[in-house]
Structures are given as structure tokens and as C-alpha cells.
T-cell receptor, first 113, second 113 residues
Framework: AQSVSQHNHHVILSEAASLELGCNYSYGGTVNLFWYVQYPGQHLQLLLKYFSGDPLVKGIKGFEAEFIKSKFSFNLRKPSVQWSDTAEYFCAVKSYNNNDMRFGAGTRLTVKP | DTGVSQDPRHKITKRGQNVTFRCDPISEHNRLYWYRQTLGQGPEFLTYFQNEAQLEKSRLLSDRFSAERPKGSFSTLEIQRTEQGDSAMYLC???????????FGEGSRLTVL
């Protein structure tokens, strides 16, 4: 069965620090990969997605993620975080052959001003 | 607002009572999903509709849970004989086609006393 692992439960950074959030999945077939973000008091929204092609994908607000197939990873990065990036970040995987999207447990990011 | 809407936003009920949640997806979206999220966890897939057809159900969805989407527009999720373990946030999401990009509502929080 598919599973998604996010290694960090809570990350605390100062503004301007660089961010990398880990995501690994277990599934051998073709997958679509996503990062969703949930700002305090708001609903989940898409940050970026990977379907095919260039494994380095860019999303909104300066975020990017790199798909490394050999490592079954899809880590999220941002060179310089801002206080407004404080949120919970969820990695998600959808296999090409079925319809349920599996989410990781989430990483809570706190950015100190 | 033309996003996904859910009602009620918060429901408090006593154990053994039945509850029903409603989801109105984005109007042109043909796919509708229900997820459950508990504290410290990512969303867990419950079920999925394409138009009015319920195409997949998770093993998490016990026989006390039933979901419908009678006309391929709004959906309802009913939980019968609620248990304290049903306390969670119930999320609805919709998408257009099989792109996998889900648009989430703000959720319906269930508290079972």
C-alpha cells in the first residue's frame, strides 16, 4: 500500500533561513506528487505539483520541490523563509492507477520574525 | 466565493447520535472526495465520487458511514451511531478530471461527547 513519510513534525526557523522539508513515499508505480499548505485558520491549498518532465518544480511564493525517483523523495525547499510562511505543510502522493491521494502526517513550520 | 463549501463548520453531538455533513464542490468539478483528519495527522482518504457514482471507499469507512452524491453536485456524509473515535475534521475536496489537484473546503469539525 502507498504510504507517505514526512520526517519532521515541527520545524522552527528564523526569517531568511533556508528551508528543506523531507518527503518520502513508498510506491513502485507512476505517481503524481504534491505539496499542500495550510495557513493558520485556512483550508488546505496547493503549493506545487509534479506530474512528469523536469523533476525540479516551482510553486507559489518561491517554493520549489525536487523529485528524485531513485530515492522515492519529493523534498520541499525555499531559499529564504518569511514569517508569513508559518503554516503546516503536507506532502501527498497519488498513484497513476487509482484515485485516492495519500497524505503525509504534515510538518508544522514556525518562522520567527 | 466559488470555492468548496462545507456545512456545518462545527458539530458537537452525543455518542450514539447520527450526524450529517454537506459539501458543495466547485460547480464544474466532476470529482468529489471525503477525507478525515485528526490532530497531528494528514488527511486520510475516505471515499470518492465521479459525478454521482461512488467509485472508491476506504477500509476506514465502516458501515456506520455512508456518503451520497445524488445528482452529481453536492454530497452528504452521514455517520450513524457516532462514537468518540469519530471525532475529527471531515474534509471535502473536489477536482476536475484526473489531474489530482484537489481543492479543499474548510472542513466540518465533529466532536462526539
Amino acid at each position: 500500500a502507498q504510504s507517505v513519510s514526512q520526517h519532521n513534525h515541527h520545524v522552527i526557523l528564523s526569517e531568511a533561513a533556508s528551508l528543506e522539508l523531507g518527503c518520502n513515499y513508498s510506491y513502485g508505480g507512476t505517481v503524481n506528487l504534491f505539496w499542500y499548505v495550510q495557513y493558520p485558520g485556512q483550508h488546505l491549498q496547493l503549493l506545487l505539483k509534479y506530474f512528469s518532465g523536469d523533476p525540479l518544480v516551482k510553486g507559489i511564493k518561491g517554493f520549489e520541490a525536487e523529485f528524485i525517483k531513485s530515492k522515492f523523495s519529493f523534498n520541499l525547499r525555499k531559499p529564504s523563509v518569511q514569517w508569513s510562511d508559518t503554516a503546516e505543510y503536507f506532502c501527498a502522493v497519488k498513484s497513476y492507477n487509482n484515485n485516492d491521494m495519500r497524505f503525509g502526517a504534515g510538518t508544522r513550520l514556525t518562522v520567527k520574525p | 466565493d466559488t470555492g468548496v463549501s462545507q456545512d456545518p463548520r462545527h458539530k458537537i453531538t452525543k455518542r450514539g447520535q447520527n450526524v450529517t455533513f454537506r459539501c458543495d464542490p466547485i460547480s464544474e468539478h466532476n470529482r468529489l472526495y471525503w477525507y478525515r483528519q485528526t490532530l497531528g495527522q494528514g488527511p486520510e482518504f475516505l471515499t470518492y465520487f465521479q459525478n454521482e457514482a461512488q467509485l472508491e471507499k476506504s477500509r476506514l469507512l465502516s458501515d456506520r458511514f455512508s456518503a451520497e452524491r445524488p445528482k452529481g453536485s453536492f454530497s452528504t456524509l452521514e455517520i450513524q451511531r457516532t462514537e468518540q473515535g469519530d471525532s475529527a475534521m471531515y474534509l471535502c475536496a473536489s477536482s476536475l478530471g484526473s489531474t489530482g489537484e484537489l481543492f479543499f473546503g474548510e472542513g466540518s469539525r465533529l466532536t462526539v461527547l
